[in-house]
Nanobody
Framework: QVQLEESGGGLVQAGGSLRLSCAASGSDLRIVAMGWYRQAPGKQRELVAVLTAGHSTNYGDSVKGRFTISRDYVINPVYLQMNSLQPEDTAVYLC?????????????WGQGTQVTVSS
């Protein structure tokens, strides 16, 4: 069982910034990748940014150059710095973690944190 704790969402004006964080907890975790996706009403879930244990990153096209995913010394927790936010960034942002607990693979989603950008 893996628990995810997300924080940092809120309301911000266009052009503003927010920082999200996501921390995973559980037994014998070996995290392979951790990151953020988002889902706006009536739209499909889309990639925001993912960070792997090997330090590689992958960003959705719509956030490249504005958002930065980062970590401390270890992959957990991860942070998402969101700059130059626009109304189209409004969505529920969901943390995702993939890895292994012992020999068992896991793929968990957080409950999500709302980000609302006003024009």
């Amino acid at each position: 069982q893996v628990q995810l704790e997300e924080s940092g969402g809120g309301l911000v004006q266009a052009g503003g910034s927010l920082r999200l964080s996501c921390a995973a907890s559980g037994s014998d975790l070996r995290i392979v990748a951790m990151g953020w996706y988002r889902q706006a009403p009536g739209k499909q879930r889309e990639l925001v940014a993912v960070l792997t244990a090997g330090h590689s990153t992958n960003y959705g096209d719509s956030v490249k150059g504005r958002f930065t995913i980062s970590r401390d010394y270890v992959i957990n927790p991860v942070y998402l710095q969101m700059n130059s936010l626009q109304p189209e960034d409004t969505a529920v942002y969901l943390c995702n973690v993939r890895g292994y607990s012992g020999k068992i693979s896991f793929d968990y989603w957080g409950q999500g944190t709302q980000v609302t950008v006003s024009s």
